[in-house]
């Protein structure tokens, strides 16, 4: 395996700006910190993605903690960048609006990692539901009605699949 997708993403440390943005100073190290954590997000989702897509699944799950962390992060920046926002439209709406091209090709690349993930889901799914749909045919007897239809089998002949969801 790659050393490069062992390593989590660098994350910053902590989130650089605390407080709304009241200077142009403030707002240009608000919108900094909000995209070296987009950044940040980004990256883990990113090998996330190339992982689950590699069919290395219990890989991908070992980024679980970073991407919960990560998230934190931006929901915060989220939040700071929200009240700080009518500061932002008035007196940097440049900084504003590369802000908001920043964020909607972060958004392109969640939804390429939605997709990912939801097709590994859909994938696995049938393979579950394939093998339990064998094991039912092999578990239930093949008999007939007195009118020549095949009878349905009831609960009682329908034997359940275990399954261990831990990986």
Request: net charge positive; no cysteine; proline share 5%.
């Given at each position: 395996?790659?050393?490069?997708q062992?390593?989590p993403?660098p994350?910053?440390?902590?989130?650089a700006v605390?407080?709304?943005a009241?200077?142009?100073a403030e707002?240009?190290?608000?919108?900094?910190?909000?995209m070296?954590?987009?950044?940040?997000l980004?990256a883990v989702?990113?090998q996330e993605?190339t992982?689950?897509?590699?069919g290395?699944?219990?890989?991908?799950?070992?980024?679980?903690?970073d991407?919960?962390?990560?998230?934190?992060?931006?929901i915060a920046?989220?939040?700071?960048l929200k009240?700080?926002?009518?500061?932002?439209?008035?007196?940097?709406?440049?900084?504003l609006s590369?802000?908001h091209?920043?964020?909607d090709v972060?958004r392109?690349?969640?939804?390429?990692n939605?997709t990912?993930?939801?097709?590994?889901?859909?994938?696995?799914?049938?393979?579950v539901r394939?093998?339990?749909?064998e094991m039912q045919?092999?578990?239930i007897?093949q008999?007939?009605t007195?009118?020549?239809?095949?009878a349905q089998?009831?609960?009682?002949?329908r034997?359940p699949?275990?399954?261990n969801?831990?990986m």
């Amino acid at each position: 395996m790659n050393n490069a997708q062992r390593q989590p993403a660098p994350a910053p440390d902590t989130i650089a700006v605390s407080s709304v943005a009241a200077t142009p100073a403030e707002a240009r190290k608000l919108a900094e910190s909000m995209m070296e954590v987009m950044n940040a997000l980004l990256a883990v989702i990113e090998q996330e993605t190339t992982l689950v897509r590699a069919g290395k699944v219990r890989e991908a799950l070992k980024l679980e903690q970073d991407k919960n962390e990560m998230s934190r992060r931006y929901i915060a920046m989220i939040s700071l960048l929200k009240t700080s926002q009518k500061y932002l439209a008035q007196n940097t709406p440049d900084l504003l609006s590369a802000l908001h091209r920043h964020h909607d090709v972060f958004r392109a690349m969640l939804q390429v990692n939605l997709t990912v993930l939801a097709t590994a889901h859909a994938v696995s799914e049938g393979i579950v539901r394939g093998v339990n749909a064998e094991m039912q045919k092999r578990n239930i007897p093949q008999t007939y009605t007195a009118m020549g239809q095949r009878a349905q089998p009831g609960r009682v002949n329908r034997t359940p699949i275990v399954i261990n969801r831990t990986m």
